[in-house]
């Protein structure tokens, strides 16, 4: 078991430009979860996938963003012509069914910085 | 929705008790997490309360009741490496699985 993987760890990007970030969940995890935290707050939800049905999103995410789990295993955020306010760690989260309903496996996160 | 409170910052000495309260309104509630993050770090699962009453797990523990709609988290023992954010989050249940966080208490612990 080696955890939540997110890469990359860092991403400057100039403003208008797309992003993508990768999530590789625990493996036998079937539910996989993003969120977005900025300095001092706590993290907030963006979406949720069960296999590879994105099952709930946020309002928060616009249509800027798109997040994807094709295959039921690794997941990828995108972020469409970025604006300085999408400045933030995103971290991804996977859990099993059978565990504690909201206790969740969190990777180190990426931290996009929007110039 | 939902919004929790938590107090922002608590101090506490080293080998000493803790506890962080978390308040929390809501249009549904599912039970009460915690999560611990250490600064650029991942934020990791402590506890679940899905019923009113104290969970503990070594040194941590944590309490609800529905009733009062509120929660809180018992650290004993405290030890350096305790100094991190604590995280309070509801989930909405209903076949949801999104978590509402807090926005975090910063637990200083000091020698």
């Known amino acids: 078991d080696t955890g939540v993987s997110q890469n990359p760890r860092h991403k400057i990007t100039k403003r208008g430009q797309n992003v993508t970030f990768r999530c590789d969940p625990i493996?036998?995890?079937?539910?996989l979860y993003w969120y977005r935290q900025t300095l001092g707050q706590g993290p907030e939800f963006l979406t949720y996938f069960q296999n590879e049905a994105q099952l709930e999103k946020s309002r928060l995410l616009s249509d800027r963003f798109s997040a994807e789990r094709p295959k039921g295993s690794f997941s990828t955020l995108e972020i469409q012509r970025t604006e300085q306010g999408d400045s933030a760690m995103y971290l991804c989260?996977?859990?099993?069914?059978?565990?504690?309903?909201?206790?969740?496996?969190f990777g180190s996160g990426t931290r996009l910085t929007v110039v | 929705g939902q919004s929790l409170e938590q107090p922002s910052e608590v101090t506490a000495v080293e080998g000493a008790i803790v506890q962080i309260n978390c308040t929390y309104q809501?249009?549904?509630?599912?039970?009460l997490s915690w999560y611990q993050q250490h600064d650029g770090g991942a934020p990791t699962f402590l506890s679940y309360?899905?019923?009113?009453g104290l969970e503990e797990t070594g040194r941590f523990s944590s309490f609800l009741s529905r009733s009062d709609s509120y929660g809180y988290l018992l650290l004993q023992e405290l030890q350096m490496k305790d100094s991190a954010s604590y995280f309070c989050?509801?989930?909405?249940?209903?076949?949801?699985?999104?978590?509402?966080f807090g926005k975090g208490t910063k637990l200083s612990v000091i020698p």
């Open positions: 989050a509801a989930g909405s249940g209903a076949g949801s699985y999104q978590l509402t």
């Open positions: 309360n899905a019923l009113d």
């Open positions: 493996s036998e995890h079937n539910r």
């Open positions: 989260a996977s859990s099993s069914e059978q565990g504690s309903n909201y206790g969740y496996t």
């Open positions: 809501t249009s549904g509630f599912y039970g």
